[in-house]
């Protein structure tokens, strides 16, 4: 994928950044190669979405990114909104953990699934802890939506972003989703 380049912007939540480029040989649609939740401060989420992409500087959006920009603004102020349609740069994710961002971008606003029932999904009903490893290791966080994806029994599990299981449970209250239990 050629790199084009990242852009940080404001919503309810906090700063959150991305980074796109272009598919390669797919096409001239813009895929999407990151995805950073807030930080504690706007630069710490500059200053990791750069280290991620490889970019030093933030520019415009394109186009397609700016209009993406808008939809992660009305989503997180809670105005749902649907992502399963953006192009998802997935170099360097192996098979596993592709399949298992497949599965988790079928899960819809407001609902929520256990680690263990996506591993069913894949024919592995043994692999929740893989699975979670998966969503850890999630690079587009919110448009593959880990924080849909719970432990059994109604607990949170992990969360890899800063603010962990409160960020997480954050989001899924802007989304409706039935409250988890948190624990620390």
């Not at 209009?67 to 170099?91: A, N, P, Y």
């Not at 919110?142 to 849909?148: E, M, N, S, T, Y």
Request: with cysteine; net charge neutral.
């Amino acid at each position: 994928m050629k790199q084009l380049g990242y852009s940080m912007f404001e919503t309810p939540l906090g700063v959150c950044g991305i980074a796109w480029g272009e598919p390669g040989d797919a096409g001239t649609r813009v895929a999407v190669a990151f995805f950073q939740l807030p930080e504690e401060t706007a630069a710490m989420t500059e200053a990791r979405i750069a280290r991620k992409c490889g970019v030093r500087t933030a520019s415009a959006p394109l186009p397609e990114i700016a209009e993406l920009i808008e939809r992660v603004r009305k989503h997180l102020g809670g105005e749902m909104q649907d992502f399963s349609d953006v192009t998802i740069d997935w170099d360097g994710v192996d098979a596993f953990s592709r399949q298992v961002y497949e599965v988790a971008r079928k899960i819809p606003a407001g609902h929520t699934t256990t680690y263990g029932e996506i591993a069913k999904e894949l024919g592995a009903p043994g692999a929740a802890r893989a699975v979670g490893q998966a969503m850890g290791s999630n690079p587009v966080p919110l448009l593959v939506p880990c924080h849909r994806v719970v432990a059994a029994g109604g607990k949170p599990g992990g969360f890899s972003a800063h603010g962990g299981r409160k960020t997480k449970a954050k989001m899924l209250a802007i989304e409706g989703a039935m409250p988890v239990q948190l624990e620390f």
